[in-house]
């Protein structure tokens, strides 16, 4: 895997996956674009919620929604890496199994989702969920 980054000008990157992909990242306090660790912290909810989805649509879960919702806390000083992160989705279905989400979400947490699993071996990582019913 390849990508490339490139200084735009003020505090603006654009990053150019090998996909071919625009990402525009900025550092400033008016950015115009995420930072790169929300880009990191994003980047762990949509890998779990690729797998949770996924888990979910197997087991025939009559699913209308699925959001993570992503809080971290961050070290007070420099390097001000992430120190704790927690992964709360909320599925939103018809008649959906807080079995099945349980099991999708640790099957993601535990074997499948690449980012958080890379990530946790420098930073705790929690998951929680919700089921609600209808939508």
């Known amino acids: 895997m390849k990508a490339s980054v490139k200084w735009v000008g003020g505090d603006t990157f ?49 699913v209308q929604s699925v959001e993570v919702q992503l809080t971290a806390q961050r070290a007070d000083s420099a390097p001000r890496v992430f120190t704790k992160i927690n992964l709360h989705f909320v599925v939103t279905g018809d008649n959906v199994s807080e079995k099945h989400l349980a099991r999708a979400v640790n099957l993601s947490a535990e074997k499948y989702c690449s980012v958080a699993l890379m990530l946790e071996k420098a930073v705790e990582i929690t998951h929680t969920h919700e089921v609600v019913q209808g939508g």
């Open 14 to 62: 654009l990053g150019l996956s090998n996909s071919g992909h625009n990402v525009v990242f900025d550092a400033g306090a008016d950015s115009a674009a995420p930072s790169p660790m929300e880009m990191v912290l994003m980047s762990a909810g949509s890998c779990a919620s690729v797998d949770v989805v996924s888990i979910l649509k197997k087991a025939k879960q009559s």
